[in-house]
């Protein structure tokens, strides 16, 4: 079969791989045409819905993306909720094939009593709320509690405590969402307990981000020497680690264990070896069980927590479960909901192991949430090979109505209000002009009808 129209592509999904595998599309075959839709007026996905406020260097990766825009090839159709406003079948109509960029909204479950209790929350309703994403706007979270639990010892738990330990002068140069702003100007938090289940060695944090929470202005972080003692597999681990992450968080812990805290007025406590077995409260989170650990080797050389029968009360009034992402797919296609993916072959959608055609995904749909940001670009660049791979084979069926108009008209006749580039760069300009005189670098909008308001006036 050969192919008689330009390859039509339709990116659903226009966080950090969304972008890349336009990129690339556009890149490696001219005369491409591609649609990125997101279901929010605004683009970038994570990098604003989930990169902390006060990151704007790793924000920065926007300008990147900007300039994938520049071109004719690719159009943004924000505002447009596919599978509700477009079905999967309908966009097939329109398009030889769609790469499903829709990342994991859903959180992974500790699995434990009590982890409903109100007042335990999962870290990445808090992270969507603190960066104003407009599904989480109306969450409320009780900032009258001394004390706070963190579980987990990754990059959003890191994040997390640190939005919890920052002053207000520390946000308010930030982009943080205002309501949330306004929620931490008057927080009575002073304790913030981390959570490891295993030890210092196994943690997922990475380097520059513990540092940050010795360089906070009014809190201090303790932690304990004997829980960052080695057990003699961890050293085992750490001597032959080939990359220098574990080592050099090793420095930085041995570093705040040997000081002594200064009398700021928050303490943000380190701590290794414990899982939470059990939060309860009447009727709301007033306390956590914590189970002692030890490491034990797996059959995979792996280090895994198993209970020490030791266990210890911690009295919080909030928790934040943060444990992990989890996606939960596109309506029609297949999921792994254990891994919490779309079967795929590197980006290939499968179904009973073999491809459907048309049907790809690139990002944490594809992979899991690991990663940093840029991790995204050679798995966006590895799916978009193969779908234009499978279009020079002829394997993608023409659409019955290829072409831009017919998309538009189409999405015109059920009245959707299509969110263009040109429209979010006008909101975008909005917001930073509301940050001018406070200082800060913009102030999102953080509701969806407020952004379609903004852009129309
Ligand atoms: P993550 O890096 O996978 O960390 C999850 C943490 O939860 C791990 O410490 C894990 O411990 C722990 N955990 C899992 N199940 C648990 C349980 N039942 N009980 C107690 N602890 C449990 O996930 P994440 O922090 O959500 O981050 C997602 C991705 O985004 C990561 O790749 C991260 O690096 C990235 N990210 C990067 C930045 C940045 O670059 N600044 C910021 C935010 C996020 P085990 O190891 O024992 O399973």
């Given amino acids: 079969m ?65 300039r994938i825009m520049a071109g004719p090839e690719v159009r943004f159709l924000g505002n447009v909720m596919i599978g509700q406003d477009l079905t999967r079948e309908e966009l097939r109509r329109f398009y030889h094939a769609v790469i499903h960029c829709v990342g994991a909204h ?19 309703d808090f992270v969507a709320w603190y960066n104003g994403h407009p599904d989480y706007t109306d969450l409320r979270f009780d900032l009258s509690a001394g004390r706070v639990a963190v579980v987990g010892v990754g990059n959003v738990a890191i994040d997390v405590v640190r939005i919890l ?11 943080i969402a205002p309501h949330a702003l306004e929620a931490l100007r008057s927080s009575r938090v002073r304790e913030i307990w ?16 513990l540092r940050e929470l010795g360089e906070l202005a009014d809190a201090d972080v303790i932690v304990r020497p004997d829980e960052i003692a080695l057990d003699p597999a961890s050293a085992a681990a750490l001597a032959a680690a080939d990359e220098r992450t574990p080592e050099r968080n090793m420095e930085t812990l041995r570093a705040y264990a040997a000081k002594p805290p200064e009398g700021k007025r928050r303490t943000v406590h380190l701590r290794f070896l414990c899982s939470p077995v059990e939060i309860s409260g009447a009727g709301r989170v007033e306390r956590m069980i914590i189970a002692r650990n030890r490491l034990v080797p797996e059959a995979n050389g792996s280090l895994r927590a198993e209970p020490t029968g030791e266990r210890e009360t911690l009295d919080v009034g909030l928790v934040f479960r943060s444990v992990g992402y989890l996606g939960t797919g596109v309506p029609g296609l297949p999921l792994d909901a254990r891994k919490g993916v779309i079967p795929n072959d590197h980006g290939r959608v499968l179904e009973d192991g073999a491809p459907v055609s048309g049907e ?54 059920r009245g959707v209000r ?36 903004a852009v129309e006036s």
């Fill in 360 to 413: 790809y995904v690139a990002g944490w749909i594809k992979r899991g949430p690991s990663g940093v940001i840029g991790t995204n670009k050679p798995d966006a660049v590895e799916t978009a090979d193969l779908l234009l791979e499978d279009f020079g084979a002829g394997k993608l069926a023409t659409p019955p109505e290829p072409g831009r108009d017919a998309v538009d008209g189409f999405l015109r006749e």
């Fill in 165 to 175: 330990a920052c002053t207000p002068e520390e946000l308010e140069t930030t982009d």
């Fill in 106 to 124: 859903a959180d992974r479950s500790l699995g434990i009593p009590g982890e409903d209790l109100p007042g335990s929350h999962a870290a990445t």
């Fill in 418 to 453: 299509v969110f263009s580039w040109a429209d979010w760069q006008r909101l975008d300009g909005l917001e930073r002009a509301r940050g001018v005189t406070l200082g800060r670098p913009r102030v999102k909008f953080t509701r969806v009808a407020d952004m379609l308001a």
């Fill in 2 to 66: 050969t192919n008689t129209s330009p390859l039509r592509v339709a990116v659903v999904g226009s966080g950090p791989s969304g972008f890349y595998a336009a990129e690339h599309l556009r890149k490696q075959q001219p005369g491409v045409e591609i649609d990125l839709f997101d279901r929010l007026p605004t683009p970038y996905g994570l990098v604003r819905g989930g990169v902390a406020p006060d990151h704007p260097k790793i924000k920065a990766v926007t300008r990147v993306y900007d």
């Fill in 194 to 209: 981390m959570l490891g289940r295993r030890g210092p060695v196994q943690a997922a944090f990475t380097n520059p981000e």
